[in-house]
Structure formats: structure tokens, C-alpha cells
């Protein structure tokens, strides 16, 4: 396997088309527990819903998917193929929550599809190939992490815009369930944004086999919510 295909496009211009909000596959109904802490009254501001998401920056999304996105650069230029299937598997079901392992799922089913279409020459055989086969479960951060790496873009960069992305997720979720308006939000983002590259060098020292998550009330959350008596988010 060549470390780097033919290129397809700008490859930053490729990442912000995945980090991008309105991309068409499903982040939009996700709220991945946040909607259950925010109704049982566990996050009610802007302050607490900052220490929320620098605990799930570091407790969480830095130590868990993103070392699954880390792993495709590990394993795939290496044909390392079963490793990397290993790798997902070993991070996914570990999380509690059926809603979120269903919902990270149906993204990285949905974002393979669209990838299919977009950039038609990004080698998606293996992957294709190995959910058939039973062999990954092609969740979000393994299809986000295959095409960053088909299209050029390099490992730490795709760690870090895959952090942010989960920043944003959340920031665009606490806007439809919390009165904290834009201007609160981008200062947010801007905020924790600037903390991704020390997540993502703490990633990178890492092994995927390594993954841990220390979340346990945001996990209660993404339980509690198929019983929430009104939902916006689909988790």
C-alpha cells in the first residue's frame, strides 16, 4: 500500500469539508449525551459548559476516537489492515452507551457513501470490503481517519481536525439546548480550539491498543438519554 495515493484536491480544502457542519451525515442530530446533562440540569452556562468540553477534549475524544483516527496512519501505509480492525473494535465497544455506538456507526456508513461520490478516486475498497466481511465496523473517526490519510493529509493534522470537530459538534448542540447564543459559542470554540494541538501531541504518544476514557457522568448521560421523556437529538 503507497503511503500516499494521487492526489484528489487541496487536501486542507478536503479537511474542511469534513469538519464542515452542514456535511450530510447525521453530526447534526447527535448530541452524544449532552442533551440528557443539559435537561437533568448538570451544565446550565457557558462556564460549566467549558469544563465540560475541555474534560471530553481530554477525557474522552483525544483518548478514544482519536487514536482510532491515529491508527489508520499506523497500520494502513503498512497493509497493517486486521490491526487497524482490531484497533476500532478494541475502542468502540468499550463505550457504554448503545446510542452512541448506533450513532458514530450509521456516521461513518453515511460519510463512506458520500466519499464514494465526492472524491471518486480514494481507494474505499478495503473498507467496503471489510465491514462486508464483518472484519470493521466502519465507524466515524476509522472512514474520517482513511480519508485524510488517501487524501494527503498528514496524521497530527487529521488528529487535531478531528478533536476540533468534536468541539464544534458539541458547540452547535449546546446552541439548540442552551441560551448561550453565537457570540458565546465561537468564543468557545476559539477557546478550546487552541488546546487541540496539546491533545493531539498527547495522541500521538499514544498507542490505540492504549485507549481509556474517564467520563464516566457524560457516559450516564448518553445512557439516560433513550429515556428522556423529550428529545431533540437522536443520542
Not at 470493521?136 to 481536525?161: N, S
Request: proline share 3%; aromatic share 8%.
Amino acid at each position: 500500500m503507497t503511503d500516499r495515493p494521487e492526489a484528489h484536491a487541496v487536501p486542507w480544502l478536503v479537511l474542511q469539508q469534513l469538519l464542515d457542519s452542514a456535511l450530510p451525515i447525521g453530526g447534526f442530530s447527535h448530541s452524544f449525551g449532552l442533551e440528557t446533562l443539559v435537561q437533568e440540569g448538570s451544565i446550565t452556562n457557558g462556564a460549566e459548559l467549558e469544563q465540560y468540553l475541555r474534560a471530553m477534549l481530554y477525557q474522552s475524544w483525544a483518548v478514544t476516537d482519536a487514536l482510532i483516527v491515529s491508527a489508520v496512519y499506523r497500520d494502513a501505509p503498512a497493509g497493517e489492515l486486521q490491526r487497524l480492525w482490531a484497533a476500532e473494535k478494541l475502542v468502540h465497544v468499550g463505550r457504554i452507551s448503545s446510542e452512541t455506538r448506533s450513532g458514530l456507526e450509521k456516521m461513518g456508513r453515511r460519510l463512506l457513501a458520500l466519499a464514494r461520490t465526492s472524491y471518486p478516486g480514494l481507494r474505499l475498497a478495503e473498507l467496503e470490503e471489510a465491514y462486508r466481511s464483518g472484519s470493521c465496523l466502519l465507524t466515524h473517526p476509522l472512514v474520517f481517519g482513511w480519508i485524510c490519510w488517501q487524501a494527503g493529509i498528514g496524521r497530527e493534522q487529521a488528529v487535531q481536525g478531528w478533536l476540533y470537530g468534536s468541539l464544534s459538534n458539541a458547540v452547535n448542540s449546546a446552541l439548540r439546548l442552551m441560551a448561550i447564543g453565537q457570540t458565546e459559542a465561537q468564543r468557545l470554540l476559539a477557546l478550546l480550539s487552541a488546546e487541540t494541538d496539546a491533545a493531539a501531541r498527547a495522541v500521538l504518544v499514544m498507542e490505540p491498543e492504549e485507549a481509556w476514557s474517564n467520563m464516566p457522568g457524560s457516559e450516564l448521560g448518553m445512557i439516560r438519554h433513550e429515556t428522556l421523556y423529550s428529545r431533540l437529538f437522536m443520542s
